[in-house]
């Protein structure tokens, strides 16, 4: 397992009972998660005194009850890099914190590489790699199909310092993007995608992960440069096993770049039990 282990200002308290009781700062929230089969061990504690608490709800979906008033965002930081943190009505808060493990990979990829690198974020969510390629020096392309969270991205690179850095944030389906680069002839040194199991674009376009991933990852070498730097997947598509990453990266890199592959879950240590909460797969490519 990859194990996001060195945050300060993020970590998983306990488990147990579907949930998870995390602190995000200096607020405690608790969140359901469906990999926690197993049951809390001791529910008092900072378990009853969560600030935020997400309830699923029988028919689907859920909402927040909060213990009191909490600030509408905060800031979080890893290392040099900060994030707005706001829980949304889908329980999420706009990070995922087990992806720190990637950032610092990422960084130590782009700053050794010893040339410009051009990152390509695809699926970029609120814009945790992007920010972590441009603070190591890339120029870096964030594309995502939400306006809100493209903004959010930008929002979080002002934050981190990075206003000012070469990111060209872009609100559209990425296959549509990725084709249209093609044809302009533009190329990417690193590809980042984390695709979700399924999703909408903004014109009303349909992602089924298992349909699309492939010719998606294939179209995707396309526009990669002649000495590309790295490319990586993640997935929380439940079920989804690290191997099937792996053969889809060793079909479509590994037989033209030759290079490196490395697959595996990704996770998040536990404090109260000392055991890794797994928290999806990722697929690296690299070359050698």
């Not at 590489?113 to 814009?127: E, K, Q, T």
């Not at 690193?190 to 998606?216: C, H, Q, V």
């Not at 294939?218 to 099937?244: H, K, Q, R």
């Not at 290079?259 to 697929?283: D, H, K, Q, R, W």
Request: aromatic fraction near 12%; charged fraction near 20%; include cysteine.
């Amino acid at each position: 397992m990859y194990l996001a282990d060195k945050w300060t200002d993020y970590e998983v308290i306990d488990t147990g009972g579907g949930e998870k009781l995390e602190r995000w700062g200096s607020y405690i929230l608790r969140r359901p998660d469906p990999q926690i089969i197993w049951p809390i061990a001791n529910e008092s504690g900072l378990w009853k005194q969560a600030d935020g608490h997400y309830h699923r709800s029988s028919s689907g979906g859920g909402q927040w009850e909060f213990k009191k008033n909490l600030p509408e965002r905060w800031t979080i930081s890893y290392g040099d890099l900060s994030f707005h943190i706001h829980p949304t009505n889908f329980k999420h808060t706009g990070l995922f914190p087990e992806q720190a493990v990637n950032w610092s990979w990422m960084m130590d990829k782009i700053k050794s590489a010893g040339r410009p690198i051009r990152v390509l974020n695809l699926f970029a969510y609120s814009g945790g790699a992007t920010i972590a390629a441009a603070a190591a020096g890339a120029e870096v392309v964030h594309v995502d199909a939400a306006k809100g969270m493209v903004q959010w991205a930008k929002e979080n690179a002002e934050l981190s310092g990075l206003k000012d850095h070469p990111i060209r944030y872009i609100t559209d389906d990425v296959f549509k993007f990725v084709q249209r680069e093609q044809r302009r002839g533009r190329q990417y040194d690193a590809i980042i995608m984390d695709p979700p199991s399924y999703g909408r674009g903004p014109k009303g376009e349909t992602w089924k992960l298992e349909e699309n991933l492939y010719p998606f990852l294939e179209f995707c070498t396309t526009i990669l440069s002649d000495n590309p730097l790295f490319l990586l997947i993640n997935s929380y598509t439940t079920g989804l096993s690290p191997s099937v990453l792996h053969n889809l990266l060793h079909m479509t890199m590994h037989g033209k770049y030759g290079g490196m592959i490395n697959c595996g879950e990704i996770g998040l240590p536990i404090t109260a039990s000392g055991l890794n909460l797994p928290c999806g797969i990722l697929g690296r490519w690299e070359s050698k």
